[in-house]
């Protein structure tokens, strides 16, 4: 098994039942494994030595037919290896985020379909680039944009 870090996986990067399903190759090229490898020691492992709970990231690397299968974008980071979505069990995704938001270098940061009465509800997805990160954080609820705070 590649190990990308101490906790991650590249099979845990790149797996996904839709592309089980669809018999979509998900693989990534040298410079995408290069990032989840950036993204696995600057975004995960940080998370996972902080709060000590193993969690596996529910998305990572998805290739651009995989994208396109789910309905995501053209320009999303995950084509690029650069994204992840994840929520760790038993931690309110709003305290993830505000975590990431108060202590990481990430990219971007957003909050997705997290409701205040439901701790476990959406997940938390992150970016991070070898250069530049802007740290842009929001909230989407599925409608609407809003501050992370």
């Known amino acids: 098994?590649?190990?990308?870090?101490?906790?991650?996986?590249?099979?845990?990067?790149?797996?996904?039942q839709t592309a089980e399903r669809k018999?979509?190759?998900?693989?990534?090229?040298?410079?995408e494994i290069r990032n989840l490898k950036q993204l696995c020691q600057n975004i995960l492992e940080p998370i996972r030595e902080h709060?000590?709970?193993?969690?596996?990231?529910?998305?990572?690397?998805?290739?651009?037919?995989?994208n396109k299968e789910i309905g995501s974008s053209s320009k999303s980071q995950h084509i690029k290896g650069q994204a992840?979505?994840?929520s760790i069990p038993s931690?309110?995704?709003?305290?993830?985020?505000?975590?990431?938001?108060?202590h990481l270098e990430y990219d971007q940061l957003i909050l997705e379909f997290y409701k205040e009465d439901i701790p476990d509800s959406g997940w938390v997805h992150?970016?991070?680039?070898?250069k530049g990160n802007r740290k842009e954080s929001k909230r989407f609820d599925g409608r609407k944009w809003s501050p992370l705070s």
């Open 1 to 16: 098994m590649t190990r990308l870090s101490t906790h991650f996986s590249l099979k845990e990067l790149t797996r996904s």
């Open 23 to 31: 018999g979509i190759k998900n693989i990534p090229k040298k410079d």
């Open 51 to 66: 709060y000590g709970i193993p969690f596996s990231p529910s998305s990572g690397f998805r290739c651009l037919d995989l």
């Open 84 to 86: 992840v979505d994840f």
């Open 91 to 102: 931690v309110p995704n709003m305290e993830i985020a505000l975590w990431v938001k108060d």
């Open 126 to 130: 992150c970016s991070y680039v070898d």
